[in-house]
């Protein structure tokens, strides 16, 4: 009996043992991955809301942390501006000053010590380079933050703009460049007014609305989100896969509009006196035009042919979704 106690006994350490192991080597796996729950769930959208603040807040969280940080430079040879940022959300303002101005404020809270979030800015020939650096953890933790990333374009800089950012949601109020380039993961897009040669955007998970866009060519690429243009300009190629695709055209371009989509609808909306050859397909949609057509094909889900003239060539095409053309 005792020989079996002891047994037990020392069954149960070795097991104690095995799993405090397994327990630090998926701490460590975690913690080089840049995995966090955080962000996991920070895109989650749920009737369920949890809100942890005061009293509650000081329990769960130990550590609290104030970002607070400004840099500058001046933008006298500069021709390209390029962000980088995770997780802090980001807002393009445009300022009357001379220099291109940068600031990093908010808060983290964790229930582990972490090393805060630094604004790093630095000029290399004729580039700024604005970055917000994460978080380095000790090991699995839980935590909160709220950091925002506004950066200070002077109004003459009239050069290219670059944005790449993950889990970050950015804001732009008006912008009025040569060209602007912006990679998104896992975040929306509002903006104002952009007018730009060359505008190229690219999302994966996060949605784009834009007042106003002025632009001789506009790229558009994304996964798992919805793309709303209340006036659009220019040739357009657009390619979406899982979102729902509405753009108003104010002038049609003399070049090309071309736009695939998978499982999302396109409402494209033109003016009246708007002239045009289209070739629009669905696999599994409905198609609706809203226009006098001369047709050189029309079947269930085809039509194809000329509306005034040929100048502008429109060519839609969607796999499970409905096209509108008004």
């Not at 040879?77 to 995770?86: A, E, P």
């Not at 609706?288 to 050189?296: D, G, H, Q, R, S």
Request: glycine fraction near 6%.
């Amino acid at each position: 009996m005792f020989k079996n106690n002891k047994f037990i006994k020392k069954a149960t350490l070795y097991l104690l043992c095995t799993v405090f192991v397994c327990y630090g080597i998926a701490g460590m796996i975690i913690n080089s991955s840049g995995f966090s729950f955080y962000n996991l769930f920070k895109d989650f959208h749920s009737n369920v809301n949890i809100n942890v603040d005061g009293h509650w807040s000081d329990f769960i969280y130990k550590y609290s942390y104030e970002v607070d940080e400004e840099k500058s430079i001046d933008m006298s040879s500069t021709n390209n501006i390029k962000i980088d940022t995770v997780s802090a959300d980001i807002r393009i303002l445009i300022s009357d000053d001379h220099n291109v101005k940068a600031t990093l404020k908010g808060y983290i809270k964790s229930t582990q010590e972490v090393s805060t979030p630094k604004l790093d800015m630095t000029e290399e020939k004729d580039t700024i380079y604005i970055k917000s650096q994460g978080k380095s953890f000790i090991g699995p933790s839980s935590y909160s933050e709220n950091l925002t990333l506004e950066v200070f374009i002077p109004e003459s800089y009239v050069n290219n703009l670059y944005i790449k950012s993950t889990s970050s949601d950015v804001a732009i109020e008006t912008l009025n460049l040569n060209s602007f380039n912006i990679s998104t993961t896992s975040g929306t897009i509002n903006a104002g007014e952009i007018t730009v040669k060359s505008f190229d955007f690219g999302s994966t998970s996060g949605d784009l609305k834009i007042d106003k866009l002025k632009s001789d060519n506009n790229q558009i690429k994304t996964t798992s989100g919805n793309i709303k243009i209340d006036s659009i300009e220019g040739n357009l190629s657009l390619k979406s896969t899982s979102g729902d695709s509405y753009l108003y055209y104010n002038d049609m371009p003399s070049g090309d509009i071309n736009i695939i989509s998978v499982s999302g609808k396109v409402d494209l909306i033109t003016p009246s006196n708007a002239e045009f050859f289209v070739n629009a397909s669905s696999t599994s949609g409905d198609i609706a035009l809203n226009k006098p057509i001369t047709l050189e094909v029309k079947k269930e889900h085809q039509i194809k042919g000329v509306v005034g003239s040929d100048k502008c060539k429109l060519n839609i095409k969607t796999t499970s979704g409905d096209i509108r053309i008004k």
